[in-house]
């Protein structure tokens, strides 16, 4: 169990989340409590998960049928996009430019 | 008639005085709106008040006087929690990051209030994402509880349960994903519902823990929460966990209780004296009126907590992935795609939120993948059958809904002790089964009289059960 700073600075760049130094603090702190309490599951008899994931449950899939007119849902959807270009969602390039 | 006390008002009552002409949906509903302009100020319950309300409420009216059969909740205000989609409104999730999001579809829950006559008041507060038990997580500041307002109504769905307490609503809606509706129930004196996962379609609700979720609703009794839980509840090709549980209705007669003593005397984070007395005297209540009580043992009931708290987070990782600024939500511009991600993120997101996703982050990365997540979800089918070698014994389980009445505001600022409030309830979420708070009574704290409440939970596919027993509990413990 670690949680120091770098890790949680790992963490959440893993998330897509930037924490500041007055964030990072606290966080320290209350992942230190978090994990010390969730890791009591270790001490838990039982629960091997090869022989406890079997529990009989299976995916449902729907046929691939009936599809909504083209179109139908674009304009409201697009409302709710915040940088569009015409009927596209705009982004920036992924790749920086070669040099 | 004159005046309407929405305070005390039943569905059940408010559905026969409109039929017979006693009041109009329109005066029902200015009366709610008069409760809220007036209490909602210092309450907080109410993000948004719906302005269309008046508008469907002289529809009803419409209906009601067309005569003929009318659908079960014409006429009838609700109010719905920040996190449950109504097409064309605002859907915040009490978040930032949603603060101007309007859904483009109802959720499915929504459209069968509909279909039923429902009118939507407004959208009620929430902790953020629904991560909380205080609905002191929010974005847009506390919701106080309306018997005492310097406590917390509890969490998450808090707006909701304030929404119903204060008279400002016949019912509502919430979303469960540890006790969001059951734990605020109690706090403040309500009937609160956990459907059996599956019961109601989640299609609509924004995820937190897609695996626990569940919609269900708050009343002020027993039957008016049957007769909201049967209109939302039904198989949705929209969500393909959901299931039809009228066909699978309660073959369970028996009225044996079982009761996790063990659990109960050791209970991690303690439990309050004045609330277990409780407890125990409304069992012997029961026990008055023909019930048999029962000690069982759930071996693994001391791991739930822990379990949710690993389980729970990876999945609000996930599921809050797709906030990046792109698609909906907050936008903030920075100099690459990964700079809006980060900025929109964190912007967007409360300390909380940002805990429990990094929570997930840890408990999923390939290092601790084995010893957190992997064990909590095998962990989970233990406690399922350890739970379904109970219901072999027992027809119903019972347990206090919180360990305390309503804590005071501020009061819980560490996060363990606050998850600590979910020991109880996130049990029923874990093993799928349905759970009700129904309130027992109260205790006094500082001269207020707080209530508390009794929960009980009932088999897969039995929330009819829970129906029945609730009515005795009420009538035991004098509703």
Redesign the interface.
């Known amino acids: 169990m670690t ?1 120091g700073k770098n ?2 600075q790992k ?2 760049g ?6 500041s130094e007055e ?1 990072l603090s ?2 320290e702190k ?2 230190e ?3 010390g ?6 001490q ?6 090869e ?3 079997k ?1 009989g449950l299976h995916n ?3 046929e691939d049928q009936n599809p909504h007119e083209s179109g139908k ?1 674009t304009v ?2 697009l ?5 569009k270009e015409k009927n596209y ?1 705009k ?4 790749l920086p430019e070669s040099k | 008639m004159a005046t309407i006390d929405t305070t005390s008002l039943t569905i059940a009552q408010a559905r026969e005085h409109l039929i017979r002409g006693d009041f109009s949906s329109v005066e029902l509903t200015e009366a709610c709106r008069a409760v809220i302009e007036k209490k909602n100020p210092s309450i907080n319950a109410y993000l948004e008040v719906f302005d269309d309300v008046l508008e469907k409420a002289k529809e009803a009216d419409k209906q009601f006087k067309k005569g003929g059969e009318h659908p079960t909740l014409l006429g009838i205000p609700l109010a719905i929690k920040d996190n449950i989609l109504i097409e064309g409104n605002i859907a915040s999730c009490a978040s930032k990051m949603l603060e101007h999001y309007r859904a483009t579809y109802s959720a499915t829950a929504i459209q069968k209030l509909k279909k039923a006559g429902a009118l939507f008041l407004g959208r009620t507060n929430m902790d953020e994402f629904a991560m909380g038990a205080s609905t002191e997580h929010s974005a847009y500041g506390v919701t106080k509880n309306p018997l005492d307002e310097t406590r917390v109504p509890g969490g998450s769905s808090g707006g909701s349960a304030a929404a119903v307490a204060m008279g400002s609503a016949l019912g509502a809606l919430g979303s469960d994903t540890a006790g969001s509706i059951r734990q605020p129930a109690s706090f403040c004196g309500l009937v609160g519902m956990k459907p059996t996962y599956g019961a109601v379609s989640r299609s609509g609700l924004i995820a937190m823990a897609s695996s626990f979720d569940q919609i269900g609703p708050f009343a002020k009794t027993v039957s008016d929460s049957e007769l909201l839980f049967h209109v939302i509840a039904g198989k949705d090709s929209l969500d393909s966990t959901s299931i039809e549980v009228k066909g699978q209705r309660s073959d369970v007669k028996g009225r044996t209780i079982g009761v996790p003593r063990a659990f109960l005397e050791s209970v991690p984070g303690g439990i309050d004296a004045d609330v277990y007395k409780n407890f125990n005297d409304a069992l012997e209540a029961l026990r008055g009126a023909g019930y048999t009580l029962h000690d069982i043992d759930i071996p693994h009931l001391v791991d739930v907590l822990p379990i949710y708290y690993i389980i729970m987070p990876a999945e609000v990782s996930s599921n809050l992935a797709r906030f990046d600024g792109v698609r909906y939500g907050l936008h903030k511009e920075g100099a690459s795609l990964l700079d809006d991600y980060e900025l929109s993120r964190s912007e967007g997101f409360g300390p909380e939120t940002k805990r429990r996703i990094l929570v997930g982050t840890y408990v999923l990365s390939s290092g601790y993948y084995d010893a957190y997540y992997g064990k909590a979800i095998a962990l989970k089918n233990v406690i399922r059958r350890e739970v379904d070698a109970v219901f072999k014994k027992v027809s119903a389980i019972a347990l206090p809904t919180a360990p305390t009445p309503a804590f005071k505001l501020g009061e819980k600022s560490d996060p363990v002790a606050m998850y600590l409030s979910d020991v109880f309830t996130a049990f029923a979420n874990v093993a799928g089964i349905p759970a009700m708070s129904v309130p027992s009574g109260a205790v006094e704290r500082d001269g207020v009289s707080l209530p508390v409440g009794f929960q009980v939970m009932a088999p897969h596919f039995h929330d009819d059960h829970l129906f029945a027993i609730g009515r005795d509990i009420e009538s035991v413990c004098g509703k």
């Open positions: 949680s890790d949680i963490l959440a893993l998330a897509r989340i930037r924490i964030e606290s966080l209350d992942f409590g978090i994990l309490y969730i890791s009591q599951i270790q838990a008899a039982g629960g091997t998960f022989a406890d994931t529990d449902v899939f729907r849902y409201a959807l409302e709710e996009v915040p940088k969602l982004v920036k390039k992924i």
